[in-house]
């Protein structure tokens, strides 16, 4: 299963730092992605990274601000959120998609496991 923590409220402008950890497979043959879901909208993805976290790839609207990175904690993927705005309002979810062979490929699409979300509210 995938549990994703760190969310929270912070007002515009500050950051947050989200974690989604692993348990019963190793993240090591998954590329993982960060989707978000804000109410009466639908889910996009934001972010994802590689099984060797060589290829990363961002929405158009993060950025510049967010950052996805492996963790030096084993089956930890992080999302570093900076000058966070009140669009960035979400639940956060991660997923994580199994690539036997390739080291470099990550998207959004076919998801084998997903979290139950971290709520981020970016609000004064």
């Known amino acids: 299963q995938l549990v994703e923590s760190g969310g929270g409220l912070v007002q515009p402008g500050g950051s947050l730092r989200l974690s989604c950890a692993a348990s019963?497979?190793?993240?090591?043959?998954?590329?993982v992605g960060w989707f978000r879901q804000a109410p009466g909208k639908e889910r996009e993805g934001v972010s994802c990274i590689s099984r060797s976290g060589g290829s990363t790839n961002y929405v158009d609207s993060v950025k510049g601000r967010f950052t996805i990175s492996r963790g030096n904690v084993k089956n930890t993927v992080y999302l570093q959120m900076n000058s966070l705005k009140a669009e960035d309002t979400a639940v956060y979810y991660c997923?994580?998609?199994?690539?036997?062979?390739?080291?470099?490929?990550?998207?959004?699409?076919?998801?084998?496991?997903w979290g139950k979300g971290t709520l981020v509210t970016v609000s004064s």
């Open positions: 019963g497979f190793t993240l090591d043959y998954y590329a």
């Open positions: 997923a994580a998609r199994h690539y036997s062979v390739s080291m470099t490929v990550c998207g959004y699409s076919a998801m084998d496991y």
